[in-house]
Every structure is written in C-alpha cells, then in structure tokens.
C-alpha cells in the first residue's frame, strides 16, 4: 500500500471538545460578528456577536438539562439558520448526542430517522410545523417513537396559529429559561465534563432510511478535524464566510466551526437565487461550496467578458500575470479587479468539496485573482481528509492530507500514479455505524484503516487524485474498468451540457456498453450549430452530440467509447448537496425506457422526455 500522512503548513487550534471550543470563542471574540443573516430575503439583515452565539448556546444547554434532556439523544431539523447552529451547538456543548436530519427528508423518513436515533426532542424550523404536528400524533400509537419536546426555532414564522403547549415550546422560551438559570448562578454548563472520545453524533448517510448508515463521531473527531483545517488553511479574524451548503451535512457543518475558531463572520445566504447579490453586499471573502454552484458563477462571469469585449485583452494577461507569479509578483487582484467586482471585490478564497470539478474552472478562477481549491473528504472522516492549498495547487487533484490525516492507496504498484482504493487514517476517523457492526466491519481494515469506497492515486508531489467510486466502476465482460466520472468531465465539457450521467448497460449480447444521459440548454448548444438557431430542434440536438461524442471517444480507448446517448432538459435525482444519486437516477431512466417500450439502443440519440 503507498501512504503519505498531512503536516501542518501553519498553526491549528487544539480543543478538547465543542464547549470548549464555543467558550473560547465566546471570550476571544465577543465583540465581533460571528453571524449575519436575514429572516427573510425581502428583511433587514440581523446581526450576532460572538458573545450572543456564546451565551445563547449557554442558555439553551442549561435549559435542556432543567427539562431531563441533558444525556439524551436529540435531533435538529430545518433550513440554515441561526437558531440551528445555536440549537446544536448546545446539544454537543451540554453533553447530549445530535442527530441532525437532512430538511428535505419526506416525513416518513423523519419518523424512521427519529426512532433509529432513538431522539428524545427535535429542534425544528417552522417550514417543518405542519410535519411536526403530524409525527407528535404518532407518539402515543407508536412505541417506537418516545418525543418528549418539539422546539420550534421561530414560532413567529408559523403558518396559521402558534399554541404552546406541555410539548411544543419555542427556542426564545429556552433561552429565557436558561438565562435565568445562569443569573442565578447554575454553572452545570461551564462545568460539565464531557468524554470526547465516546459518540456524541450520530449523521445518517443520504439514502432510503432501511439502507441509510448512522455515522457514529466524537467531539476528538470533529475538533481534531478543526484543528487540521486549520493547519491548513489560512483565514483572518473578521473575514467574512458564506454558508450554502445545507447545515445538517459534515462538510459544511465541521468547516463552519473551523471558520467560528478563527474568528470569521459566518453569512448564511437567502437562497440560491440570491448566491451572488449576497457575495457582493456582505463582501464575503471565503466560500466552501459545491461544483454545480461555482461552475454557474463561472459561466455568468464567462458571458459577461465576451459581452464586454475584452475576451482578447484578458487572454494576453492571463500569461503575463502567470509569469509574474514565478517571480513572487502578483498582480492578478489588481488587473482582473473589474472581474473580481461582480463577485463583490472582496472574494478571495473558494474551497470546493463533495464532489469533482473540471480544471479549467479551477485554472480560471485562480488566473482571476482567487484562490480556488478542491478538497476531500466524507462524513465517516468528519469531513475532510484532503485540500490543495494556496502553496501547493495541484490542478485536477484534492491536494495533500491535511495535518495528522494519512491517505493510502491499495494497491501492490510501487510507484506514484497507481490506481487503487483510497483508505484513511487519522483521529478524524468515525468510531463506527450506529447499531450496525456488520457495515463497519466492512469499511475497517484491521490496522484501523478506513475504506473510501472512491478510487485514486498519489502523484509525485504526495497530492491525492480521485478518478472515481468503487461502486460505480463499470467493469467490461474482458475485464477492463471504466469510471464513469472520468467520462463524465469530457461531457460536461461541451456547450450547452449542463449535466451529464455514464452508467454501463448490460445488452441483448450480454456485453456491457457505456451509455449516457445528457442534461442540455437547448438555447446554448443553438449558438453552436452550423447556422445558429436559438431554439434548435430534437434533430438538431441529436446530430450536434452524435459529433460531440464522436470527438470524445477518439480522445479515449475504444473500451470507454460511449456507444448510445439520450438527452432531456429535465433535472438528476440529487442530495441535497447537489449529488447525483446514482441508483435512483439509473431506475427513473429505466422507468421511462421500460414505458415507452424501448431499449438504450433503439432510444440512441432521442429525447428521453418525450419518448
């Protein structure tokens, strides 16, 4: 196996645990920002001290203490707020277990969730009052489901009528509680003992709920991961930070307590529509997002240069300001200010993770003036286990281990470049799946060794290259992988493909060929035919991707050419950090094959929408 283990290129903040951690930043910071924020798009922004996060997080653990909740196991639901942070912020912080649970879950799978979680109260956003209402009448007809409390972070915000009662109560009157109770002298709080090494959150993985894996992590598992961020990453106090990505999910949940211990400002944003306004007027500086956003932006900003008529100009001082760089002048901020300005003028540094990202967006960016990184990592390692860095950005890979991480790759191949499965070690490291030996048997190698399930390599420099999933390698009759990820980015490079999905289908023959399915915007792939037409035809489109795909498949062995492709203008099944989900995706494209009577072959080149 080759390995290769992160060391830090700056100085990480150790914390014993998420209390820690918050009281810290409490006394370190109080002053300033820690969160920005509006109720709704049309409202007056709100803003949060450090000492308010601090102390709010202080009320409403002492308030589930007082109400028997302290120990137990309590879950948090709903959009990006404030209230979500500071609600599970203070289940960690007062010792209890947090079961986060992704807000776009049916309420089906809300119940399931909630009693293999074995939650006692659910803190929840008021879009989820209706379900609420409906699973605290399952309560005394299912043994199985034992909730306590239902705390409605903004009661205010309720649709129709708010009634308090013995189990529906606000997070204000918590806080009022727990205030009181810290007046009074109640230091249960800032005295508690917590064990970090024992679970204290359990994360279910995206899927159904019979197939969905709890991931067990501890407080040594988060902070350890905050600490290696930090080693890693550079960010200042008072920098402010945009959060996008969905609150309930590792990646951002782990980096926004990494950018509360460095003193940023977090932004939590109206809403994908309003992604740029909101970078602009709060003059955001750090992102972690996902692809799908970014490569959006990028194209506005794409448009926008041809628009303005300076495609040449800029084209002749991308290569200057590289040069200048090799020589320790950078210029890029000052010369492509104009373009750094539709960004807000302050952006400076984006971290992208969760999934890949073709290099021409990442090679854009950074020409650009803004330092546009890849990282990696997965809830099992809390998150990241990898990240280029402004002093080693390797294009096309997710960079080095972070500090203490180590990375291997299974594979017997001595050199650099040998393909195998991605393993990883470290503190970061769940501790296993809840109540499911079975699956963690199967992920743990016995030297503690945690199996990816991606695939990939180490280069000469020790960066890590993802080329696919274990699970999704399509494997040929003679043998021979495909990684249709890999197949995937040369798609997704043509205009007008918005998305594109490569799966292996097992023909009449037994064979198996390389098929795939092609989101487009029609009007874009208009502007590219032999006589431009905005609106161009099914014909049109079919015979532009015949060629398209021709040129790709003369690019690749024979192999991995794509032998049959539909297109629609639809949208792919997706998680709600913008994945697509693959299994369901494959079913709903069978579906509609299996309807209209047709194989992959017969549907070659049709639009799989009106089939």
Known sequence: ?????????????????????????????????????????????????????????????????????????????????YEWMVSYSAILGGGSVGVPLDRLLPENEVVNLLKRGKVRAVFYHPNHHDMMLSIAALNDSDDALQIDYFICMDPDRVK????????????????????????????????????PEVMKIILFTSGTTAMSKGVMLSHKNICRNVEAIGATLYVEPGERSFSILPLHHTFENTCDFFLLSRGCTICFSDGLRYLVKNIQEWHVEVVISVPLLFESVHSKIMTGIEESGKSTLISIMIPITRFLRKIRIDLRRKIFKDIIKKLGGHLRLVVIGGAGIDKKYIRDFNDFGID???????????????VTTQECNVYGSVGRPIKDVSVGIDTNETKPGAIGEILSKSDCVMLGYYENPEATAEVMTEGQWFRTGDMGFLDKKGCLHITGRVKSMIVLTNGKKVFPEEIESLINLIPGVRESYVWGEVSEKDSVDICA??????????KYLPIPDKMPGDNDIQSFFRAKLKEINQTMPTFKAVRYFVFSEGDMIKTTTLKVKR?????????????????????????LDTL
């Open 1 to 81: 196996m080759q390995t290769v283990t992160g060391k830090a290129i700056r100085e990480g903040k150790k914390y014993r645990d998420i209390k820690d951690l918050v009281l810290s930043v409490r006394s370190s910071f109080s002053q300033m920002d820690a969160f920005i924020f509006r109720r709704h798009p049309d409202e007056a922004e709100i803003h949060k001290t450090y000492k308010d996060f601090g102390y709010d997080v202080e009320y409403i653990a002492l308030a589930l203490a007082d109400i028997g909740l302290e120990g137990t196991h309590l879950s948090v639901v709903g959009e990006n707020s």
């Open 160 to 195: 129709g009528q708010w009634r308090e009662t013995k189990n529906f109560v606000t997070f204000s009157s918590l806080i009022e509680k727990g205030k009181a109770m810290a007046e009074a002298g109640d230091k249960r709080f800032i005295e508690a003992q917590i064990d």
């Open 372 to 386: 546009f990184l890849m990282g990696y990592g997965l809830t099992e390692t809390s998150p990241v286990i990898s």
């Open 517 to 526: 399915k092609i989101l487009i915007d029609r009007a874009t792939v208009g």
């Open 583 to 607: 299994r369901d995706e494959s079913e709903q494209i069978h579906a509609k094959l299996s309807a209209a009577g047709m194989s992959m072959k017969s549907a070659n080149g049709k639009n």
